[in-house]
Nanobody
Framework: VQLQASGGGLVQAGGSLRLSCAAS????????LAWFRQDPGKEREFVAA????????YYADSVKGRFTISRDNAWSTGYLQMNSLKPEDTAVYYC??????????????????WGQGTLVTVSS
């Protein structure tokens, strides 16, 4: 599946943004949808995931209670709603998808499809 991420931008601390991840070629059906983020010079960091099986969601501790991952009914677009943004949330955000086993949900190496990344900048 090919992925296209969008929705990044500049926002003040405390504000909100919603990122989108559009699938083409096929849908996310049967796969795990995830969001990762990366600062320059740092490793790609897990943010959130939504598993096809059971619809379970998983979040990094740093975003729990502030971010929400979801998808549309057609499993063609995924979303990351980000509220109460903090300057430390500044990063390039990537969406990813793949038939990932449960134990690898937070491992970027387990995902085969990636979007191009969208920059989120949170000013203090």
């Amino acid at each position: 599946v090919q992925l296209q991420a969008s929705g990044g931008g500049l926002v003040q601390a405390g504000g909100s943004l919603r990122l989108s991840c559009a699938a083409s070629g096929r849908t996310f059906r049967g796969q795990t949808l995830a969001w990762f983020r990366q600062d320059p010079g740092k490793e790609r960091e897990f943010v959130a995931a939504l598993r096809w099986s059971g619809g379970y969601t998983y979040y990094a501790d740093s975003v729990k209670g502030r971010f929400t991952i979801s998808r549309d009914n057609a499993w063609s677009t995924g979303y990351l709603q980000m509220n109460s943004l903090k300057p430390e949330d500044t990063a390039v955000y990537y969406c990813a998808a793949g038939p990932v086993i449960l134990s690898s949900t937070r491992d970027p190496g387990a995902y085969g499809s990636w979007g191009q990344g969208t920059l989120v900048t949170v000013s203090s």
